[in-house]
């Protein structure tokens, strides 16, 4: 069974960055289209990005266009999210997912999550 482990939160300063990790172990990630939401105190799960199985696709919410980035590296079975430029809403715990379907924007769709790693950004 795959398990997903997130890392690199933390508490920064507005226009900081900070580079999440999620760490795949039990089966490789290349079957997966791989994703990150993010959950904020008292609001729904929302999506940030995702990238497709080979890393040829990715797609962003408008929130964080320009300033996030998601990678991968399938030989190390593990997904990046770079955040640039962060701003106080961006303070959520964000998840890592995965899907072998094609990149989703909904959080149903995924079938496997990590436990989350929290970041906050102060102003």
């Known amino acids: 069974q795959v398990q997903l482990v997130e890392s690199g939160g933390g508490l920064v300063q507005a226009g900081d960055s900070l580079r999440l990790s999620c760490q795949a172990s039990?089966?490789?990630?290349?079957?997966?289209?791989m994703g990150w939401f993010r959950q904020a105190p008292g609001k729904e799960r929302e999506f940030v990005t995702a990238?497709?199985?080979?890393?040829?696709?990715?797609y962003y919410a408008d929130s964080v266009k320009g300033r996030f980035t998601i990678s991968r590296d399938n030989a190390k079975n593990t997904v990046y999210l770079q955040m640039n430029s962060l701003k106080p809403e961006d303070t959520a715990v964000y998840y890592c997912?995965?899907?072998?379907?094609?990149?989703?924007?909904?959080?149903?769709?995924?079938?496997?999550w990590g436990q989350g790693t929290q970041v906050t950004v102060s102003s």
């Open positions: 990238i497709s199985r080979n890393g040829g696709k990715a």
């Open positions: 039990g089966r490789t990630l290349s079957s997966y289209s």
């Open positions: 997912t995965a899907t072998l379907k094609v990149v989703q924007r909904t959080p149903t769709w995924y079938e496997l």
